[in-house]
């Protein structure tokens, strides 16, 4: 669902219409009816009030359903997580940003291998051998 249905289907779930939702906010009504439409996007401090005005978090208001968020496998695992105590919320914390950080290395070093690749070799013109 894109944002402007959310914030459509979120004003109209509070019972809200544009101008409630507007004065609630301290937007424009014409702001409120140009993000409905989809002609305009609200900056950050925009989308805040609306969120704080809508009772929801900014995620749920700018984001869909599947666009953020683990999926179901990982959510089931971080649920058993939130069990852990702190210490091993912590260690487990430290596993995932050490496994983050060398999945970042890993797709910098490709990205990089594939840039060299595309390069003509050094003392090589247009990739032959200089004579």
Same mark, same amino acid.
């Given at each position: 669902? $894109?944002f402007p249905s959310r914030l459509i289907q979120l004003r109209k779930?509070?019972?809200?219409? %544009? %101008?409630?939702?507007?004065? =609630? =906010?301290? !937007?424009? +009504?014409?702001?409120?009816?140009?993000?409905?439409?989809?002609? =305009? *996007?609200?900056?950050l401090d925009a989308l805040i009030r609306l969120a704080k005005v809508?009772? +929801?978090? !900014?995620?749920?208001?700018?984001?869909?359903? *599947?666009?953020?968020?683990?999926?179901?496998?990982?959510?089931? *695992?971080?649920? &058993? +997580?939130?069990?852990? $105590?702190? &210490?091993?919320? *912590?260690?487990?914390?430290?596993?995932?940003?050490?496994?983050?950080?060398?999945?970042?290395?890993?797709?910098?070093? $490709?990205?990089?291998?594939?840039?060299?690749?595309?390069?003509p070799a050094a003392g090589t013109k247009r990739g032959q051998p +200089?004579?």
């Amino acid at each position: 669902m $894109s944002f402007p249905s959310r914030l459509i289907q979120l004003r109209k779930a509070l019972g809200m219409t %544009q %101008q409630g939702l507007s004065d =609630a =906010a301290e !937007l424009h +009504v014409n702001q409120i009816r140009r993000y409905e439409a989809g002609t =305009a *996007q609200p900056t950050l401090d925009a989308l805040i009030r609306l969120a704080k005005v809508l009772h +929801v978090r !900014l995620d749920d208001l700018v984001f869909g359903e *599947q666009e953020r968020g683990p999926s179901d496998d990982l959510a089931l *695992q971080f649920e &058993a +997580v939130s069990q852990f $105590s702190e &210490a091993e919320k *912590q260690t487990v914390r430290e596993l995932l940003e050490g496994m983050i950080l060398k999945h970042e290395a890993r797709r910098w070093d $490709s990205a990089r291998a594939e840039a060299a690749a595309k390069k003509p070799a050094a003392g090589t013109k247009r990739g032959q051998p +200089v004579a």
